[in-house]
């Protein structure tokens, strides 16, 4: 599983209210952020619930049963024991891939991610397949980098707390703090054993970046869905040369907020369908802003670490015929999660349901298929086939 972002703590994307969440978290379970259905800004998770159906409506196969999950939460809570905990285990129990509980401070900082800042060290933990905890990435010019932490990094302890064993998402709650603070990592690298301590920032991401290539060809990478990303899109497409092709470079991007994806593949649509999904049984449906640029030669590169609400963006443009999907399969996470919130002040992120692209493929555990196949060239290959759609010197 892909690492997450040691800002958030599981793979998704929302703000501080009612959100229903893709996963691009899973991403994360680790450090990365998740793709996510959103409702009003503001909106309390209880609200969240009201707009779903009673409990007795049917659920997806390998979701938790919320109200089990509360209750569990507040018996705990009644005998003096950590409603979290009690939650987790019976998520965990129910075959629920996705799902998963934070406490309120994990929850706070994962909501944070969402707006694309975080405070950290800057790396992005994982599970090694030994079932240690490992540095996935580093972001540049982080405290961590300026350290010589290094992707790869094995990490066998946070201020003195052993992590072996421990869930992704309690080591990502002992990597962050206050800003200020100093935190003391015991790493494993090549067999030898080393301490680094770094001190926590406030740290940023650019979820969007534009670059001109010289044949002409505007590249628009966007590496998460977080807040403002999807009109960055929009603004990145209005200013490209008119007539040039585009490749939108979705790969390693791990989901985020559903609104901001569906903002983004409005920029290459005139409305229309771009997914639907269903809540506990509750179909729904999501559709393009008209006025987006049809014409333009578009392609969308992908690979395997091309998630969530970034695969729901591919899966629109791929139906509709607006892009063709350049590189390696994708990772295949099409369901849906939402927050509840629970007796002790816990958040438990549960799977409600799935989404479907315009043609009605679901693509949780198969992903999509690129139309064209390419490797670690793939940025080439789609320059060929943006060739082949008109777009050439």
Known sequence: ???????????????????LTLAFLAAVATGALTGCWEHEDGAGAAEVRADLPASGAPRAAGTADRDAVARAAAEAVAEGKSGKKAAQDVVSRSGDRWGTVYDQGEYAAFTEGLDGHWTGVGVWAGRAHDGAIKVDRVQPGSPAARAGL?????????????????????VVALLRGTAGTPVVLNLSRDG???????????????PVTVRQRPDGVTVIKV???????GERVKAAVRAAPPGAGVMLDLRGNPGGLVTEAVTAASAFL??????TYDVRGDQRVLYAAPG???????VALVDGGTMSAAELVTGALQDRGRAVAVG??????????????????SVAELTVGTYRTPAGRSLDGDGITPDVPAGERAEERAVTVLGGLGVGP
């Open 192 to 206: 030898a054993d080393l301490t680094e301590t770094v001190r926590r920032e406030q740290l940023r991401t650019e």
């Open 150 to 170: 290094r992707a790869g990094d094995r990490l066998l302890s946070v201020d003195g707390h052993a992590v072996t064993g421990l869930a992704v998402t309690d």
């Open 328 to 345: 390696s399969r994708t990772f295949g996470k099409g369901t849906v999660q939402m927050p509840t919130e629970l007796p002790d002040g």
């Open 270 to 275: 005139d409305g229309g369908l771009v997914a």
């Open 292 to 298: 987006g640029d049809t014409t333009r030669p578009l």
């Open 1 to 19: 599983m892909p690492g997450l972002p040691a800002f958030c703590l599981r793979p998704r994307d929302l703000r501080r209210g009612a959100v």
């Open 223 to 229: 590496t998460s869905f977080t807040r403002g990303s």
